[in-house]
T-cell receptor, first 113, second 113 residues
Framework: QQQVKQSPQSLIVQKGGISIINCAYENTAFDYFPWYQQFPGKGPALLIAIRPDVSEKKEGRFTISFNKSAKQFSLHIMDSQPGDSATYFCAASISWRDDKIIFGKGTRLHILP | DAGVIQSPRHEVTEMGQEVTLRCKPISGHDYLFWYRQTMMRGLELLIYFNNNVPIDDSGMPEDRFSAKMPNASFSTLKIQPSEPRDSAVYFC???????????FGPGTRLTVT
């Protein structure tokens, strides 16, 4: 019940296309859902985050869509660029109870130039 | 600020040897996390500290792993004895109370032969 399931494991998208990464969770106590971006040889870094009281959050070309009833959330990257090639992790936490984050297994995204 | 600092960046050791990984969190951060990243298991939380006190070590794989935080600016993760299955990238991250974002270091790539 503590897991966050992420798909796909890897994704190849043409430059200018839309990249979509999906995540699902079981624990309804989760109340904070961040996405982290990791470039090769670097540590992950926070990209964007959402709370379940909103259905969508947009920051530039990055959008999180959240479906509370389905217990699913997704990351959309519009107009994908080669510089977006990285590994993306969805995650979840019970922010009021503790400070640890449960990460999905990651999606390796490659944008073709 | 220099960010989270980890050393060494790469470590190659033989099975049975003791390995010590080091981390200096961002100054002023009162939480420190140790993660392990592998292709198979993704990003796993091993242990985290708050104000130098271990809060949750449920992710530590076995007694061969130990972590300490003797002061607010230094933490170690020790593996003794090391085994080939411990080969992974180990990340340290830190954050401050009330803020969910974790700041990751560049990682230590450990290879046990």
């Amino acid at each position: 019940q503590q897991q966050v399931k992420q798909s796909p494991q890897s994704l190849i998208v043409q430059k200018g296309g839309i990249s979509i990464i999906n995540c699902a969770y079981e624990n309804t106590a989760f109340d904070y859902f961040p996405w982290y971006q990791q470039f090769p040889g670097k540590g992950p870094a926070l990209l964007i985050a959402i709370r379940p009281d909103v259905s969508e959050k947009k920051e530039g070309r990055f959008t999180i869509s959240f479906n509370k009833s389905a217990k699913q959330f997704s990351l959309h990257i519009m107009d994908s660029q080669p510089g977006d090639s990285a590994t993306y992790f969805c995650a979840a936490s019970i922010s009021w109870r503790d400070d640890k984050i449960i990460f999905g297994k990651g999606t390796r995204l490659h944008i073709l130039p | 600020d220099a960010g989270v600092i980890q050393s060494p960046r790469h470590e190659v050791t033989e099975m049975g040897q003791e390995v010590t990984l080091r981390c200096k969190p961002i100054s002023g951060h009162d939480y420190l996390f140790w993660y392990r990243q592998t292709m198979m298991r993704g990003l796993e939380l091993l242990i985290y500290f708050n104000n130098n006190v271990p809060i949750d070590d449920s992710g530590m794989p076995e007694d061969r792993f130990s972590a300490k935080m003797p002061n607010a600016s230094f933490s170690t993760l020790k593996i003794q004895p090391s085994e080939p299955r411990d080969s992974a990238v180990y990340f340290c991250a830190s954050k401050t109370s009330g803020i969910h974002e974790q700041y990751f270091g560049p990682g230590t790539r450990l290879t046990v032969t």
